[in-house]
Structures are given as C-alpha cells and as structure tokens.
C-alpha cells in the first residue's frame, strides 16, 4: 500500500502562483509514475502532469508553459509548480502515483482561481 499526502492549494488570483506538493509514504519502492489529475465541479477527473521515475514528464496542453511538475525521488514526494494560473484551473487536484501496476489516490487538495 501507499499513502498519499498533498498540501499546497489555496485560493489565488487569476495570474498568481501555487505549488503543490505529493509525499508518498508506504510501500512505495517500485514507484513508477507520479503525477496530478484534476478534476472541476461538473467535469470529468483529467490528467495535468505525470513524471516517471527516469524524469520524463507530460503535461495536458492547457497547462503546457504554465505548470511545472518536479519529482524528489529519493523524498518519494512530488510537486506541481502552477504559474499563470488561470479560473478555468479552479478544481480538486489530486496526486497520484503508479506501482507494480495500481494507481493510488491522494485525498485531493482544492486550487481556486478568482478572477
């Protein structure tokens, strides 16, 4: 099992800065892929950010230049730096990791952009 623990949401104007952050505690050897999903009112949970255990990162086009995802491998934590942030960013965002197959969930934390 792992455990997910996030921290960092807030409510920021349009244009501000948050920095999310994902520690895994646990069984967390053989951690693949970590990660932000999102999901707003109404909408369907979608994906913001992965990185893979090598670095690699992909990011949805609608946060491409904006948002940042880093991974301390060693701390077992992630983080999603989002600049430029926009109202249409307002969601529950939730961390997730991938290992010997299973996603696991963190609890979500809320971003709120004003406008």
């Known amino acids: 099992q792992v455990q997910l623990v996030e921290s960092g949401g807030g409510l920021v104007q349009a244009g501000g800065s948050l920095r999310l952050s994902c520690a895994a505690s646990?069984?967390?050897?053989?951690?693949?892929?970590m990660g932000w999903y999102r999901q707003a009112q109404g909408k369907q949970r979608e994906l913001v950010a992965l990185?893979?255990?090598?670095?690699?990162?992909n990011y949805a086009d609608s946060v491409k230049g904006r948002f940042t995802i880093s991974r301390d491998t060693a701390e077992n934590t992630v983080y999603l730096q989002m600049n430029s942030l926009e109202p249409e960013d307002t969601a529950v965002y939730y961390c997730?990791?991938?290992?010997?197959?299973?996603?696991?969930w963190g609890q979500g934390t809320q971003v709120t952009v004003s406008s």
């Open positions: 990185i893979s255990r090598g670095g690699t990162s």
């Open positions: 646990g069984s967390t050897f053989s951690i693949y892929y």
């Open positions: 997730t990791v991938l290992r010997d197959g299973v996603n696991y």
